[in-house]
């Protein structure tokens, strides 16, 4: 396992500037998540990290040792692609031990390391067949114990689990997650999916435009975003956001707040003369354990959302009232950041606006 430390660190292609001094630190067997939209610069980073690009500027230091200039084989990191470059002519245990082999890692040493692999990501009965003849699921599997072979210090995921199915995607987010608790290696994952970073991150990165806007705990980015940015990317369906100046007869908004943020699930329904807001469902999607309800503000483009439990039953095209945990709101002033960040357990130095 390794600690991972990023001081200021920059990437320029040609005159563009595309990461704008990153400082994270990585704790030793953590799970790191960078999360963020497309073009945010996450996967740049991943490969800044395992040295497939070069640094522009700042440094990168896995266990006290600046690795800039490091050939990547040499940085005790191995990487998990979105694609699994699997050879296709080659076997399951033959794909897995072809890095060893390359090392000139004796027969019976390589044979070893697949073999508790193979176990690990129950691959044992497949070890003979060839990538065609596996499943997506297992053949990303098999990328895993390519990966797990070489027992590196940090192990690089980006966006493993993208190319395949949503059944697929829930059965190896479990078996990322086991092998997790299993290996304790230090981790980064890269990845677009909310539910993946959630559930698997010991920490999450968010990214917006090369810079990281907030580093925390999945549930102190939810309770505590720094910005709008990170309080509308964090939480699925996304919070609703509304202009402060309406709500402050009914509200105890703050002098400064610009906006108001509401996620759905802190929402209810009521009648339309007992919320802070009122106005018409259009449309209901009934999706078993929840219901959501879309609703139009007067003088409002987005669609307000409310989550419902999966048993009630909702009219389209009335009339409603829509009533605010005001406990959990999220207040913003003009630039996007939180007016109130009491208690967050994230750096302030992680936090820009957005």
């Not at 939209?37 to 440094?59: A, N, Q, V, W």
């Not at 005790?76 to 031990?97: D, E, R």
């Amino acid at each position: 396992m390794a600690e991972l430390k990023i001081h200021n660190l920059k990437k320029r292609f040609e005159a563009v500037e595309v990461l704008h001094g990153i400082d994270l630190d990585v704790p030793d067997g953590s799970f790191t998540v960078f999360v963020g939209p497309s073009g945010c610069g996450k996967s740049t980073l991943l490969r800044l990290i395992c040295g497939l690009d070069t640094i522009t500027e700042g440094e990168l230091v896995i266990d006290g040792h600046v690795v800039n200039d490091v050939p990547p084989a040499k940085r005790g990191i191995a990487m998990v692609f979105q694609s699994y470059a699997l050879y296709p002519h080659m076997s399951v245990a033959q794909n897995m031990g072809y890095a060893l082999k390359l090392a000139g890692e004796s027969k019976a040493e390589i044979e070893a390391r697949v073999g508790r692999a193979a176990e690990i990501l129950k691959l044992t009965d497949y070890l003979d067949r060839k990538p065609r003849q596996l499943s997506g699921g297992q053949r990303q599997r098999v990328a895993i114990g390519r990966a797990i072979v070489r027992e590196p210090q940090i192990f690089l995921f980006d966006e493993p689990l993208s190319n395949l199915d949503a059944a697929l995607r829930v059965e190896m987010r479990i078996e990322i997650a086991r092998l997790k608790e299993r290996l304790g290696t230090t981790t980064i994952y890269v990845t677009h999916d909310q539910t993946e970073a959630m559930t698997l991150a010991d920490q999450i990165v968010v990214m917006n435009m090369g810079r990281i806007e907030q580093v925390g705990s999945p549930m102190a980015l939810y309770e505590k975003p720094v910005n709008r940015f990170v309080a509308t990317f964090i939480g699925s369906p996304r919070m609703n956001v509304l202009a402060a100046e309406p709500l402050r007869a009914r509200l105890d908004v703050p002098r400064e707040a610009a906006e108001v943020g509401v996620r759905p699930e802190h929402a209810r329904l009521v009648a339309p003369a007992e919320g802070e807001v009122t106005g018409e469902v259009v449309l209901v999607e009934r999706l078993g354990s929840d219901t959501y309800a879309y609703v139009s503000l007067p003088g409002r483009e987005e669609l307000f959302l409310v989550r419902l439990a999966g048993g009630e039953t909702v009219p389209a095209h009335t009339q409603t009232g829509i009533a605010f945990e005001r406990a959990q709101l999220h207040f913003f002033d003009g630039t996007g950041m939180a007016l109130s960040l009491a208690g967050a357990d994230t750096p302030a130095a992680y936090a820009h606006a957005s």
